[in-house]
């Protein structure tokens, strides 16, 4: 299998409810081993467009092949082929560790001596060999987590969807637990991963950003922040932003002013390019300010710069 | 433990919360240890750490609602204990109950008759409230027909109707979209601006970096404690983005080992954070392994500093200057 097949195929795909639109018109493809990050606020259709991948949801209009399967015409087929995360991942609480995984192995029909392979090659992969008999209840929120991960991969699927996965995780639970994402995909898994962590989208080889509905960009994290966010970006130390924002009021050059802690952030036209350039703006305006440095923008940018509605 | 001197302190004659050697035990386990921090009016401070740090259990103790096992919570000055402590504290849980049922605006109703505002008092600041949190065009719709983002503003309008002097947050954007989020600070820092006294809690070391400063919760201890920026100027280990051919091989070649305080791709690059002057030594065996590398230094994030902390908890402490100048690469 080439490492350029589509292994997600997306086409005009349509979502209405009522005469709400969902999803409208939306189209890409997942390449095979590909980390795909899905973002959008709350209610841009994220979700939508999962349940229909996944074939829990028929599209209203349009079409999509997910492990050469559509979603439409063979759903069952889809599911077979898919594992499914999610931060609500619902394990059972008071089945130990081996229960739950042999629980979702018998759930996908795995019986016998094939269900004994695929828990004890789970366990190793969350390396849970020795926690077999924990019920999960007592286990850490990351532990728990891996055990999830497990679970949703008990049958070997070649995608496997991630809603939130790390929603309310700690940042060293969250690396390890992107180190195993990143070994599944190496392994010829495809990811497709939705998440508000804007730094962990980073993690994604590539981005599709969703805006009520429709999708607005697609592209790697470096090419979105190129192409999706205007101008130079600063961090002002020891700056108050009321009173900067009340000092460059009205000056056409500045794009955004956001408070950080003890710093400000401005975005100003990129003809003022360095750190002299701000000096030279702020000075005469009545505001104090401490260290100016020129810094890159986040994905987090383009997600306000696409999204707006940031003030 | 690092500390930064606070100059608010003495100006406004004491802090507006206040923890003194608090102390936490669930039978055997000791889930906060001797634990003191304060935070000043018009400051934001975010206890961060791994998860099952304490982070819970110590703003439940300054909330008044979990018991101490040693040690002095106040608010304000007075026993966070105390019911007339309610008076001075807004505070959202992670899992916040609205009223599904009810509209926006008679959730802020009914939160206002709790705190006994009188009419005229609670419609003015109601107004206000869903004004600054642009939830007014909203205020007939039921809360559980609100989005994350909005149900949030909405229960943080309803933590600062009785107007607070401290406000307490615990994992406040959690699930939150990114647009959600940035409303939510923008309105923290409103209150903050205006004196408010903030302590939040976070897994997400970027909403870390926007406090002004930060205290690191590890097994139920404070760790290191300061304002974000300063932080990150002390960490001393070394934080380095290399270049490889093949950045995988790299990846499972460095994980687990001592001098390895923290790894993650970037791109096609591998970002690294490694003990103070042990760059060479292990770059150099590194290649004779998967390589050629190329690497140069990096500017520390918080997420490293974050990460060294828990390697080595004194990765932010002054070092001694023969060791800096021994050290460096």
């Not at chain 1, 490492?3 to 390449?31: M, P």
């Not at chain 1, 560790?97 to 759930?107: D, I, K, R, S, Y």
């Not at chain 2, 906060?32 to 439940?60: C, F, M, N, Q, W």
């Not at chain 2, 699930?175 to 006294?197: H, K, N, Q, T």
Request: charged fraction near 25%.
């Amino acid at each position: 299998m080439s490492l350029d097949e589509h292994v997600i195929e997306v086409r005009d795909l349509s979502r209405k409810f009522g005469a709400f639109t969902a999803v409208d018109a939306v189209n890409f493809d997942v390449r095979r081993s590909e980390i795909f990050g899905y973002l959008g606020a709350n209610g841009a259709g994220k979700s939508t467009t999962i349940r229909m991948l996944c074939g829990l949801l028929a599209p209203t209009t349009g079409h999509a092949t997910v492990a050469g399967k559509d979603i439409a015409r063979d759903p069952v087929g889809v599911k077979r082929s898919i594992g499914y995360m999610s931060q609500r991942f619902s394990l059972y609480l008071d089945l130990t560790v081996q229960e739950n995984l042999q629980f979702f192995a018998g759930a996908y029909g795995i019986g016998g001596k094939k269900q004994r392979v695929a828990v004890d090659a789970a366990l190793e992969r969350a390396q849970l060999q020795d926690s077999r008999n924990v019920i999960t209840k007592s286990l850490p929120g990351g532990v728990r987590q891996r055990l999830a991960l497990a679970s949703a991969l008990i049958h070997k699927p070649v995608i496997l969807f991630l809603d939130e996965p790390t929603a309310g995780v700690s940042p060293d639970s969250r690396r390890d637990f992107w180190r195993m994402i990143r070994g599944l995909a190496r392994e010829g898994t495809t990811l497709f991963v939705t998440t508000h962590h804007l730094d962990e989208a980073e993690y994604c080889d590539r981005i599709g950003l969703m805006v009520d509905g429709k999708l607005v960009a697609l592209g790697t994290p470096p090419e979105l922040k190129r192409e999706h966010v205007a101008g130079a970006m600063f961090a002002l130390a020891d700056t108050d932003h009321r009173a900067l924002r009340a000092a460059l009021a009205g000056d056409a050059r500045v794009l955004q002013i956001q408070p950080f802690g003890r710093r400000v952030h401005l975005r100003v036209d990129a003809a003022l390019g360095t750190p002299v350039d701000i000096q030279s703006m702020l000075t005469g305006r009545g505001v104090a300010f401490g260290e100016i440095q020129r810094i890159e923008p986040t994905l987090e940018d383009v997600f306000l710069e696409l999204v707006g509605g940031a003030s | 433990m690092t500390s930064d001197a606070n100059p608010q302190l003495q100006e406004k004659g004491g802090p507006v919360i206040e923890a003194q050697g608090l102390v936490r035990r669930f039978g055997k386990l000791v889930a906060v240890s001797d634990l003191s921090l304060h935070v000043a009016a018009g400051e934001i401070y975010g206890l961060i750490g791994p998860d099952g740090a304490g982070k819970t259990t110590t703003i439940r103790m300054l909330t008044g609602l979990m018991a101490l096992d040693g040690g002095v919570a106040r608010v304000s000055g007075e026993d966070a204990s105390n019911v007339g402590v309610r008076e001075q504290l807004g505070y959202m849980p992670q899992q916040y109950a609205l009223y599904g049922d009810l509209s926006v605006d008679e959730n802020l109703t009914f939160f206002g008759r709790l705190f006994g505002l009188n009419r005229a008092e609670r419609e003015r600041r109601k107004d206000r409230l869903l004004e600054i949190t642009r939830l007014a065009p909203f205020r007939k719709r039921r809360a559980d027909q609100l989005s994350g983002g909005m149900y949030k503003k909405l229960a943080l309008a309803c933590a600062l109707l009785h107007q607070p002097v401290a406000l307490v947050l615990d994992e406040p954007s959690n699930g939150v979209d990114p647009v959600s989020r940035r409303e939510l600070w923008e309105l923290i820092y409103e209150f903050v601006s205006d004196g408010m006294a903030v302590l939040l809690s976070t897994p997400d070391m970027d909403e870390a970096a926007r406090c002004h400063r930060v205290g690191l919760l590890h097994h139920g201890k404070l760790l290191a404690e300061g304002a974000p920026d300063a932080l990150t100027r002390r960490f001393h280990h070394e934080t380095l983005m290399v270049r490889t051919a093949n950045r995988d091989a790299l990846e499972d070649l460095l994980v687990g080992r001592e001098e390895v305080l923290a790894l993650s791709p970037e791109g096609a690059e591998l970002r690294l954070v490694l003990r103070r002057g042990s760059t060479q030594a292990l770059l150099a065996w590194a290649e004779t392994q998967v390589g050629a590398l190329h690497w140069e230094p990096s500017k520390p994030a918080f997420e490293d500093v974050f990460l060294g902390l828990l390697a080595d908890p004194q990765s932010c402490s002054e070092p001694a200057a023969t060791e800096l100048s021994g050290g460096a690469q």
